[in-house]
């Protein structure tokens, strides 16, 4: 499996936690929270495929061999935060949202990344 295999299917994880918290928010309680729930699954969605993008697809120049991939991970971890950060702060305050969906639905996409990474991680480690 190559490296843009896992995050397909690290993605696609999300995606389908996000949804299905989605379904279980308009069940319980209406459109707003179901909104509410796909925006925090976007974002967390949205932060995994350009941490994705920075560490499996952008050349590290100017590092010795040995740490381009550290410091790629260490610079997509930031830009993930940031973005992230910026991301929440922008629906809690421009959009009309729940935000115990919003930051349910985040919470549960990003435990399905670290699930899903897990159950990739041979297959992970192999394609650095």
């Keep these: ?29 209406g459109f ?8 925090g699954g976007c ?3 949205i932060s995994t ?14 590092h010795p061999p040995g740490n381009n991939i550290l410091h790629a991970f260490y610079v997509g971890e930031v830009i993930k ?8 702060g922008g629906a809690l305050m421009w959009c009309d949202i729940v935000p ?10 990003l435990l399905a990344y670290w699930l899903a990474l897990l159950f990739t991680f041979e297959t992970s480690v192999r394609t650095l």
């Design 81 to 88: 935060l940031l973005l992230t950060v910026a991301l929440l």
């Design 1 to 29: 499996m190559s490296a843009r295999q896992v995050i397909q299917k690290v993605v696609f994880v999300q995606l389908a936690i996000t949804l299905l918290v989605v379904v279980i928010s308009f069940i319980f309680e």
């Design 49 to 62: 495929i350009c941490f994705a993008t920075r560490v499996f697809w952008k050349h590290v120049s100017g």
């Design 32 to 39: 707003r929270a179901a909104y509410s729930a796909f925006v």
């Design 100 to 109: 115990f969906f919003l930051l349910l639905s985040y919470v549960a996409a």
């Design 43 to 45: 974002i967390s969605g």
